[in-house]
């Protein structure tokens, strides 16, 4: 088996370092523009899984209650956006680490054509978007 060359080897890792710091700051930090004005953005990730009869979207956001997730499908894309907030009890509590991103967020799932009628319920900490096919 030939030996890799130390140095290749190192900038192929920092190369890939680089690369997956950059898609996680775009997942979580990206900025989107509501009314004209930027605002914080983050991306929650997904699941998308279809069957014959529907397409099911689960989204990963603990914490968020499920009447506070807005879904709309403009132009064959599925708009999920939401707010995650601190509950009321916690707001004044001192964090010691904060790793569940807070804010606003959205997520834009191009949907393959069709019609499509949308049901949710949670489940586990995600959010399960149901849209089933209409024929």
């Not at 030996?3 to 190192?10: A, F, L």
């Amino acid at each position: 088996m030939p030996r890799k060359d130390p140095v290749n080897w190192m900038l192929s890792e920092a190369i890939d370092s680089l690369v997956r710091a950059e898609r996680l700051r775009q997942q979580f930090f990206s900025l989107q523009s509501k009314a004209g004005l930027p605002e914080p953005c983050w991306e929650p990730p997904i699941d998308v899984l279809e069957t014959d009869e529907e397409i099911l979207i689960l989204v990963a956001l603990p914490g968020v209650d499920p009447d506070q997730v807005e879904a709309t499908i403009e132009d064959g894309t599925l708009v999920v956006s939401g707010r995650r907030v601190l509950p009321a009890e916690l707001r004044n509590a001192r964090i010691h680490r904060l790793e569940l991103p807070q804010g606003r967020f959205e997520r834009r799932i191009l949907l393959p054509t069709g019609r499509y009628a949308v049901s949710r319920f949670s489940i586990n900490g995600c959010i399960v978007l149901r849209l089933a096919k209409s024929v």
